[in-house]
C-alpha cells in the first residue's frame, strides 16, 4: 500500500521559504510515477503547485512557477516543496500526492499539513 | 488556464437520493477529468478518473459521465458516509480544480 507523509514547519515567517518534505513508503520512486504537491487554504479548494518525475524533470503551476522548486531525493524515497518569498496568503494546508503522468489525477495522497505564514 | 466551475455549490440531500454534480471546463478538454470526495480534516480521495471510469475499491453507487465541456457525477443512492464536498479537476492541460461542491444532511 503507497502512503505519504509531509513533514515540515508548521509556522513560517512572511517574506520566508516553506520547505515540506514528503516521505514515500510502499512504493520506490525510482519505479516510476510522478509526484506532486498541492494546497487548500483553510476553507477553500485546491490549488496543484507542481509535479517532478523520480528523474528530476519537473512541472510548475504557473502563477508560482517564480517561488517554486521542487526536488526529489530517490535514495530516502522522498520529494520535497520550497516557497520563497511567503505571504499570509500561502497559509495552507499542504498534501503531497502521486499522479500517474505529468499532468494527471492524483491516486494517493498524504494526510496533508498545515502552514501557518505569520510573524 | 482552464477553469472550472461546479454547480450547485451546495444543496441538501437525504439518505436514499439520487443527486447529481455537474462540473463545466471553460475549454474542451476530452475525458480528462477527475473527480474527488473530501471529509473535513481529511485529504481527497479519488472516486472517478478519466470522466467515467470507478477507480479500485469506490463503490458503484458512484457514476460518472461526460466529455468535452460538461461532466456530471451521480450517486445514485446517497449513504451517510457520502456527506462530504465534491471536487471537480482537469488534466488536460497543468491540473486545475473546480470550486467544490457541499453535499449536507437534509
Known amino acids: 500500500q503507497v502512503q505519504l507523509q509531509e513533514s515540515g514547519p508548521g509556522l513560517v515567517k512572511p517574506s520566508e521559504t516553506l520547505s515540506l518534505t514528503c516521505a514515500v513508503s510502499?512504493?520506490?520512486?525510482?519505479?516510476?510515477?510522478?509526484w506532486g504537491w498541492i494546497r487548500q487554504p483553510p476553507g477553500k479548494g485546491l490549488e496543484w503547485i507542481g509535479s517532478i518525475y523520480h528523474s528530476g524533470s519537473t512541472y510548475y503551476n504557473p502563477s508560482l512557477k517564480s517561488r517554486v522548486t521542487i526536488s526529489v531525493d530517490t535514495s530516502k524515497n522522498q520529494f520535497s516543496l520550497k516557497l520563497s518569498s511567503v505571504t499570509a496568503a500561502d497559509t495552507a494546508v499542504y498534501y503531497c500526492?502521486?499522479?500517474?503522468?505529468?499532468?494527471?489525477?492524483?491516486?494517493?495522497w498524504g494526510q496533508g499539513t498545515l502552514v501557518t505564514v505569520s510573524s | 488556464a482552464i477553469r472550472m466551475t461546479q454547480s450547485p455549490s451546495s444543496f441538501s440531500a437525504s439518505t436514499g437520493d439520487r443527486v447529481t454534480i455537474t462540473c463545466r471546463a471553460s475549454q474542451g478538454i476530452s475525458s480528462y477529468l477527475a473527480w474527488y470526495q473530501q471529509k473535513p480534516g481529511k485529504a481527497p480521495k479519488l472516486l472517478i478518473y478519466?470522466?467515467?471510469t470507478l477507480q479500485s475499491g469506490v463503490p458503484s453507487r458512484f457514476s460518472g459521465s461526460g466529455s468535452g465541456t460538461d461532466f456530471t457525477l451521480t450517486i445514485s443512492c446517497l449513504q451517510s458516509e457520502d456527506f462530504a464536498t465534491y471536487y471537480c479537476?482537469?488534466?488536460?492541460?497543468?491540473?486545475?480544480f473546480g470550486p467544490g461542491t457541499k453535499v449536507d444532511i437534509k
Open positions: 478519466a470522466a467515467s
Open positions: 510502499g512504493y520506490s520512486i525510482s519505479s516510476g510515477y510522478y
Open positions: 500526492a502521486r499522479l500517474v503522468v505529468i499532468t494527471s489525477f492524483f491516486d494517493y
Open positions: 479537476q482537469q488534466y488536460y492541460s497543468y491540473p486545475s
